[in-house]
């Protein structure tokens, strides 16, 4: 792509689509869309009003640049600076796990486990997308967010102020910050792929995502076994424990709750991909 020639928003895509594909990068149009409309101001439709108008050689050197990026693979939400998550917008960068869809199905499973939570907490926040959005759909709750890393929980503050949420958060480790503190609904997103599979992750992730946000050890287990059996003693009667786990985890996951002793039946909930995403228990009734 030279600025000698005359690149009109059609010929951009699709030289664009070709290149990203030939980089391995899926749904190659889609995201050279996405990357044109941050160079020009336009939305998608706006693009497809303007098939023929030439780009100024401003937009054609952002757009470049961004180009560039992607061809390594950088992720498009590091490139744009954003990214949706249950209807809400947050930013991202490598300092944070960019919010997965999949994740959206612990909030839902959340919701419809204690819609009546009046204290919720989330262990390993990073971008905060988990406690903003359970914030935001529990007006009345008081929301408690944990994080080890000073980077992640200032993206996450701002992700609170930036989408209107009050949330308290804490740095520390796991549950170390609400020692003596309890909870209706405690959630938890943490790092579950095996030590050994992470180098056979895709680019995006391997290479942009904090290692400490994959990472679950040598089975990919080891936060659960950690949290599980500690979490009933941060939990109010009759208050849930919920957690995002990854491919083929949960019935290993739900063994951990169910040799606990502390919890009542085992849920589990599926992601719109059919996979098992949440596994969670309430606390048993304790004197």
Known sequence: MTQQETWTTLKVLA??????????????????????????????????LNFDKPLNDGELASFRAMVARRARREPLQHILGTQEFYGLDFEVSPDVLIPRHDTETLVAEALARRPDALSVLDIGTGSGCIAVALARHLPDATVTAIDISPAALAMARRNAERNGAVVEFLAGSLLAPVAGRRFDLIVSNPPYIPTADIDRLEPEVRDFDPRGALDGGPDGLDVYRTLIPAAPAHLNPAGWFLVEVGIGQAPAVGELFRNCGEYGPVATAADPGGIERVVGAQRKDMP
């Open 15 to 48: 030289w664009t689509k070709d290149y990203l594909t030939a980089k391995g990068v899926e749904n190659a149009r889609l995201e050279a869309e996405w990357l044109l409309c941050a160079a020009t101001g336009l939305d998608r439709v706006g693009l497809y």
